[in-house]
């Protein structure tokens, strides 16, 4: 069955710092990767995803994803962590011939502290 | 584009009254969810529609929620009684192929439900 796994109910990190939240899955084939981002009070909103290619792709606000195939991981990261990026971040996976619903992950919160 | 619209963005309502939830797809996405947020359960799906049909509600708790897809560019979320484990964030997203045939989703900005 496919699965997202976010192994971190949150993530402390300090501003200036890098930061990473996790994400694995489990599912077959070649899945299509995706990260969201929800601040307080809002809808979720697409940030970056994985289709195929170069294992590194670079989404919106600075942030990029990192696919391993061979880790069945795609870890969402950013260079240098801003307060603003407090937010709860979510992954997703869908399987190209699947139906076309995502499987979420749990989410994960992140809290930047200056 | 305007985005993902719904309406009412909050609704508090007593017990046993009748709900209805309003949601606008982007104009050209042949799929719209709705999903269901709250602390102790998460994100859930509770049904999707393609080109209006609706395609699986296995998500919909119970037979007190209905959804219904008149045309592509209007959808209701109906629950009927409301009760108070209803409350939650209702969230509404409509996909299309974009780059790539992915589908990714894109979001309204939900509406609160309190039922007291």
């Known amino acids: 069955a496919q699965s997202v796994a976010q192994p971190e109910d949150q993530v402390n990190v300090a501003e200036g710092n890098p930061l990473t939240v996790k994400c694995t899955y489990s599912?077959?084939?070649?899945?299509?990767l995706f990260w969201y981002v929800q601040y307080p009070n809002r809808g979720l909103q697409f940030l970056l995803k994985y289709i195929t290619g170069d294992n590194l792709v670079k989404g919106s606000y600075g942030f990029e994803a990192e696919f391993n195939k061979s880790q069945t991981s795609f870890h969402l990261k950013k260079p240098s962590a801003l307060v603003s990026d407090s937010a709860l971040y979510f992954c997703a996976v869908r399987e190209p011939d699947s139906n076309y619903q995502l499987i979420w992950g749990a989410g994960t919160k992140l809290i930047i502290k200056p | 584009d305007a985005g993902v619209i719904q309406s009412p963005r909050h609704e508090v309502t007593e017990m046993g009254q009748e709900v209805t939830l309003r949601c606008k797809p982007i104009?050209?996405?042949?799929?719209l969810f709705w999903y269901r947020q709250t602390m102790m359960r998460g994100l859930e799906l509770l049904i999707y529609?393609?080109?209006?049909?609706?395609?699986?509600d296995s998500g919909m708790p119970e037979d007190r929620f209905s959804a219904k897809m008149p045309n592509a560019s209007f959808s209701t979320l109906k629950i009927q009684p409301s009760e108070p484990r209803d409350s939650a964030v209702y969230f509404c997203?409509?996909?299309?192929?974009?780059?790539?045939?992915?589908?990714?989703?894109?979001f309204g900005p939900g509406t609160r439900l309190t039922v007291t």
């Open positions: 997203a409509s996909s299309s192929a974009g780059t790539g045939g992915t589908y990714e989703q894109y």
């Open positions: 529609f393609n080109n209006n049909v609706p395609i699986d």
């Open positions: 104009s050209g996405h042949d799929y």
């Open positions: 599912v077959s084939g070649n899945p299509y």
